[in-house]
């Protein structure tokens, strides 16, 4: 098997030059693109495969790194993983990719699995604001959109309370005063604060909300179901929908568009893409993934070498962006 010397000895440089190369610190050492491509073609002519074990004990590192959501499928959380994967892979790193569906039970299970995994670090958004990440865990951990109240490190996201409250000033201007609210999961730190900020505009403008906002909907299946349902009921009282993330936006549309039904304008955190397309006015809070993902990594890269005991509670709100698009058409 070939080693960093024979590596070494082939492409004409030293051994410090090609471990460097290999272990993705080409930026910090600024080597010429030259001697990159030639370590490389050294390495892979010669078959050379890096000994991570014996790296990991030497440097007490395993050059991994996990990233804990909810739900791949969800655009917000795909958008995130690939803005790790792209960090990792350029500077040498694995991401390994977790999801909790959810459920508590098994985030803790997947908290458990990673530790005994060694990995270095990692990047949660956390299922509960009040029961997740209650452990002593032997990894940095840094919370992103959501955020547990009894861990006691850095989180990353946007002021959720203020976006709601600015949606709801903005539906309020767009004439809605019977809102229907749809969220997501209950426990959820950031629906928390986007339901608090929503309500706190309503109660301000003296708008009473007709119905208890209908959480712990995960999906665009279960708010096609649920607007369905109050269509068919007959209970359609409302003039404007909230969402509490636009996740849940396609069921909403489809089940307004079967029933042809009018409101005044659909709002939601997250990006919309087909926002400008419908016959309603839609609003989102648009919020700055890749400014959220960018800092997340690292921060974790900088309490790597930190005592994990010693890392203190922080909390890094980012600029989110309103965003309004008129009816492109109406009902008849």
């Known amino acids: 098997m070939a080693s960093l010397k024979d590596v070494s000895a082939k492409a004409g440089v030293s051994i410090c030059t090609v471990s460097n190369i290999l272990n993705g610190k080409t930026d910090q050492y600024k080597y010429a693109d030259k001697t990159i491509k030639k370590v490389f073609k050294a390495a892979s002519d010669l078959g050379y495969v890096a000994n991570t074990v014996a790296r990991s004990l030497k440097t007490r590192r395993s050059g991994?790194?996990?990233?804990?959501?909810?739900?791949?499928?969800?655009?917000?959380?795909?958008?995130?993983?690939?803005q790790l994967e792209q960090h990792c892979q350029d500077n040498g790193q694995t991401l390994i990719i977790c999801t909790t569906s959810e459920s508590l039970e098994r985030e803790n299970e997947t908290l458990a699995l990673l530790a005994s995994r060694q990995i270095d670090g990692l990047i949660i958004s956390p299922v509960s604001e009040s029961a997740s990440l209650k452990g002593d865990y032997p990894f940095p951990i840094v919370q992103i959109d959501r955020q547990a109240k009894s861990y006691k490190g850095p989180f990353i996201g946007i002021n959720n309370k203020t976006a709601?409250?600015?949606l709801a000033d903005a539906m309020l201007k767009q004439g809605c005063r019977r809102p229907l609210i749809i969220g997501s999961a209950a426990e959820d730190s950031s629906i928390k604060q986007r339901l608090a900020g929503f309500k706190q505009v309503m109660r301000s403008k003296k708008i009473s909300i007709d119905r208890v906002p209908i959480l712990n909907v995960f999906n665009s299946d279960q708010s096609e179901q649920v607007v369905s349902e109050l269509i068919e009921a007959g209970e359609t009282s409302w003039d404007g929908i909230f969402v509490t993330s636009h996740v849940l936006s396609m069921?909403?549309?489809?089940?307004?568009?079967?029933?042809?039904?009018?409101?005044?304008?659909?709002?939601?955190?997250?990006?919309?893409?087909?926002?400008?397309?419908?016959?309603?006015?839609?609003?989102?809070?648009?919020?700055?993934?890749?400014?959220?993902?960018d800092l997340a990594y690292r921060m974790l890269n900088d309490i790597e070498d930190t005592d994990v005991k010693k890392v203190k509670k922080s909390a890094h709100y980012l600029d989110h962006r309103l965003e309004s698009f008129d009816p492109l058409f109406s009902y008849i």
């Open 64 to 82: 991994t790194i996990a990233v804990m959501v909810a739900d791949i499928t969800n655009a917000f959380y795909t958008e995130i993983i690939q």
């Open 251 to 293: 069921g909403v549309i489809k089940a307004l568009s079967q029933s042809q039904l009018a409101i005044s304008c659909l709002a939601g955190i997250d990006d919309l893409p087909v926002a400008s397309f419908l016959p309603w006015t839609v609003i989102s809070q648009v919020q700055p993934i890749a400014e959220m993902t």
């Open 164 to 166: 709601a409250a600015e």
